[in-house]
């Protein structure tokens, strides 16, 4: 193994954002003089993991290394890692540990039939992501709330090209803009975790890392996420706003792929006016069969409609 191994790239990368969250008075250290990084040392780092400061740089630089099951537990203890960010770091050390990355699969990715029959038939908008956040399928109730994806080449439609697409900037001014994005970046970290390599991650990173200064900056803090949840608030023209719950569910047999479900409190006002809208979006999409020319006006172009998050 050598320093161009791209899981011990990864791991280096994740213990130095790591690193630098952590203030010396976090860990019960005196901050001394002056400082030229902003968290922890290197060495002060090794030292509350019981580590040689050479053996730690050679790990967070990439270089020639094995850390094992121990060192792991005592650099997750000493960085605080919650139970996620442990899984990931081990995660990748494992994978590290290998001479040579496994094989992993890089088939196209598609939906099961039974999936889309369970998309189609549920009651309430959904739609399925696949690895790398593409929206590989949706429901109408999910056309009728989020917008037409038609439009789009099948390549773009991806959930983090879609929230930093430039021409889209209407939620960037929410105030939960910021979260929303790193959960998505999250989860991408996490697949990426699984195969730093794949060409479908590294074009969308490197296409966001090129063009996106926000982008840039939240994916350095190597924040990992392994399922999203939340609330919404929708503002649809003629219904009003529809305050909604979001989750995602990992998909059986499809490794990364997960169904991104909204649901409103039953018998709420928000449940009537998400079937107000689901009713109005069917009785459109039906005219517009009948008269092909005719496009339903309530439905804008995906990731238009004002919205935010909490």
């Not at 270089?63 to 442990?86: F, I, M, T």
């Not at 039974?114 to 593409?134: F, K, Q």
Request: one cysteine or more.
């Amino acid at each position: 193994m050598d320093s161009l191994h791209p899981y011990a790239r990864e791991l280096g990368d994740f213990l130095r954002a790591r690193r630098s969250r952590l203030r010396p008075h976090d860990v019960g250290l005196e901050p001394g003089g002056r400082r030229k990084v902003t968290g922890l040392r290197r060495e002060e780092l090794a030292l509350l993991a019981g580590l040689s400061t050479d053996y730690y740089q050679r790990i967070e630089q990439g270089r020639e290394v094995r850390p094992s099951d121990d060192v792991l537990d005592a650099l997750a203890g000493a960085l605080g890692l919650d139970d996620k960010e442990r899984r990931h770091l081990f995660t990748l050390a494992h994978a590290a540990r290998r001479s040579m990355p496994a094989r992993v699969d890089r088939d196209p990715e598609r939906v099961p039939e039974s999936t889309r029959r369970l998309l189609r038939v549920m009651d309430t908008p959904a739609v399925i992501l696949g690895r790398h956040l593409d929206l590989l399928d949706w429901n109408p109730m999910a056309q009728a709330l989020l917008g037409d994806p038609d439009g789009y080449q099948a390549d773009r439609l991806n959930m983090l090209l879609l929230l930093f697409d430039d021409t889209l900037t209407g939620e960037r001014s929410c105030p939960d803009w910021e979260r929303q994005a790193l959960d998505y970046i999250g989860m991408m970290r996490a697949a990426v975790a699984t195969d730093p390599t794949h060409p479908r991650a590294t074009a969308i990173v490197g296409e966001l890392s090129i063009r996106s200064a926000q982008f840039r900056r939240l994916w350095a803090q190597h924040d990992v996420r392994e399922s999203v949840s939340g609330t919404k608030t929708f503002r649809i023209p003629g219904v009003g706003d529809i305050v909604l719950d979001w989750d995602t569910y990992p998909l059986p047999g499809n490794p990364g792929s997960v169904m991104l479900v909204f649901t409103a409190e039953p018998g709420s006002a928000d449940a009537d006016r998400l079937q107000l809208l689901a009713s109005l979006h069917a009785t459109r999409s039906a005219l517009a069969n009948k008269h092909p020319s005719q496009k339903d006006a309530s439905v804008g172009k995906l990731s238009e409609r004002q919205s935010h998050h909490r």
